[in-house]
Nanobody, 123 residues
Framework: QVQLVESGGGLVQTGGSLRFSCAAS????????MGWFRQAPGKERELVAA???????WYADSVKGRSTISRDNAKNTVYLQMISLKPEDTAVYYC?????????????????WGQGTQVTVSS
């Protein structure tokens, strides 16, 4: 069982930036697809960014150009940097891991989840 522990959420003003971290408990993490999802009140959980072990990345159109996903396999940690934050970025952000080399956007196809971290962007 892989455990994922997120950090880095908080309250930020419009235009600000945040950096999320997700630490995994397993060294096999390096072979997984790692994703960052978010869920706003009343909305479905959506993939924001994902990164495969080979370095392939995927970004939602809503965050493309404002976000960077990266990983440090030596630390079993994946990061999400977001800049130019907007009120519509307000959500709970979740780290997820998929035991595969293929990036997919469907939350149900991810095997492990973190507890989530709240992000609130004030206008």
């Amino acid at each position: 069982q892989v455990q994922l522990v997120e950090s880095g959420g908080g309250l930020v003003q419009t235009g600000g930036s945040l950096r999320f971290s997700c630490a995994a408990s397993e060294r096999a993490f390096s072979k997984y697809v790692m994703g960052w999802f978010r869920q706003a009140p009343g909305k479905e959980r959506e993939l924001v960014a994902a990164l495969s072990w080979s370095g392939n990345t995927w970004y939602a159109d809503s965050v493309k150009g404002r976000s960077t996903i990266s990983r440090d396999n030596a630390k079993n940690t994946v990061y999400l940097q977001m800049i130019s934050l907007k009120p519509e970025d307000t959500a709970v952000y979740y780290c997820a891991a998929r035991r595969s080399t293929v990036i997919v956007t469907t939350p149900a196809l991810y095997d492990y989840w973190g507890q989530g971290t709240q992000v609130t962007v004030s206008s």
